[in-house]
């Protein structure tokens, strides 16, 4: 497993005795990433799991047959668990319990641990994503987790990626946590928005909406911030092809008021890109009236989208009436970036 | 929160009512038997386990697990249920339909008692639609039951505090909102803009025009494009009490003279009548290519002053695209 081993931040200059030289040795980088790390990982605590569960199992047979052998009606002795045989069996047996007991503990507090840090990577990946990776990458190795944990932390690490631009990898990670079952494909409307008491409400629909929870429920909901992110690496990458795939299947599932507004965005992007002007020009003012419960950068960035395709169509008046609400909605670096 | 008989007509809560709702279903956080009940089963099923002889209650510590396992999967799904509900209202108060949001936050406030988290969501959602459907004086009570129970200092409590002066100058308490406005100016100078110095802004200026220092809300509206750009559209609101400044100053007998040169180089320059005329022509061009009139006036009825005045109508941007129909 040499391959998966997280490696050391080479970005990071040590300073000479500080606390900062001991955090950037402590920081670990993810290297990158492959689906066959990830089946392995996958399998490996899929056999724990089906280990403890056998075990169980014929720990409950072994018992009931003992009991049944030993008894010669009910109230007899020998008549329960292992535990308790007088033959000698059931010191073993009580070790075994143990044992299976321990093993569970472990198994559960390995998962609580993650699922914990798992809450700590979302909170670090805007503020701080060298942090986020290092947790990432030191959480990823720990065995057993529970599959719903690690599908989760791979998603942290395709948000990751995809923030940092590393499009490629993120696109793949994408694609591969796609192939697994994760959970319902159609979560209830709107599961993306944050978990936190959100005040100024238009904050919701921000890009940073990641899953916070780590519940079976919230996996369903990652699905569709999976494909989103799908489309929007494959928009970058200029595959056209690929995007239109992920934006069909976005819409095949129910999703929330978030999420319908981030596609509606990377759809726009879409049409934009492969020429389907007068398909990015339909329906405007309730695309716009949308677009307008979006936080003013993302909002503006839409109205900057629509002036190309309302020039090429030859009007003129719509492209004036967008690029002057732009120049209120958009910050100064959207609208110097837009030349 | 009292509703007539018919289904549309609406009739927001008093603060009495808030003050009581927020009384009786406060926040209990979980209930001490709900989180020890799994553990003392547990061991009651160990111990059953261990002692119990006969082949009858030799499963029940079986049943117990099987019960505990039913349990949780229940809690589970209730939790998911209160989630989605809570989740469903915020929605509907992104789209603006504050009224059913409120009905609903409102019923489910019961539920959630003991979510502390969901609780305060739920709280802060029910203040949120009731500042929307201007029921001031309701959303003060919401908005000082949240500010109680979280530290003075977070950036949810100083958002909460522009949110309560903005909410105090509606409803006339003009002196609170001030000292609130004062002890918050450090907001003004946040760089970038955030959500909640464009907020302070938005509040300052609100202040400003209320109390009809409609100078000084001239004098600080050089960068307010920029200050209130996080906004997005609401920044129209500000947009529009700028230019209602700017047409107060137009309308003043003694502003009928010509513009004189500012003293020092810090003092904006003062403008002539017809050059206020054109400020506010400028400020309620940009306040309703963001939002329609009808919303401005809505909000803030002193601004129908301006919906009124001849020049202002020639002005007027449209909200909505001129050509938006499909070219098909």
Redesign the interface.
Known sequence: MSDEQPTTSPAEPPSPGGADARRAEAMQTCPPFRPAVLRRQIALDSAFRWMLLILLLVFILVGISV?EAG?GG????G???P??DATGGGGSG?VLLIVLGAAWVWMTLSGAKAAQRLGVITALLDIDPARAESLIAQTQHRWPLPRPIRLLLYHRLAVLRHRQQQFAEAALICRTLLGYKLGSADP????M?A???????????GSSTAPTSS?P?ATGAVRSHLLLMLTECQLAANDLAGAYQALMELHRGRL??IESLQRMALQLRYEVAAGHD?AA?????SK?RLA?????PA?GALHLLLIAPAQR?G?T??AD??H??AE??C??EQLAAQG | MSTSATATAFAPPSPQQVHAHLERYAATGPSKVATWAPLALLVAAVVLAVNVEGGALAILPWLILLAMFIYSGVRTARLRTLEGRAIYVQELAMLRRHVESLRLAWRLLPSVTHLVELHTRTVALIGHNLEQVQAYESALAVLDYLLARMPADSPAAVQLRVQRAIAQLESDHLLDADETLRRLRDLADSQPPTTVSALWHLGRLLQQVRTHHDQDAADSAANLVEQLRPLGVEAGYGHALAALAQHRLAQRPQQAMPAAPPEDDDEPARLDPQQRRQEAALWWSRATLLLSVDALVDRFPELGELKRDAAMVATTSRHTPKDAAPTS
């Open positions: 009991g008894s009910v109230g007899n002795a008549g329960e668990v535990g308790s009580l209830r409307p709107g599961r928005v978990a936190t008491p959100t005040l100024r409400l238009g904050e919701a629909s519940s429920a929330g008021l007068a020009l339909h329906h405007l003012d716009l307008e419960l979006m936080p003013a909002c169509l009007r008046t719509l009436w967008l002057h609400r209120l909605l910050t100064p």
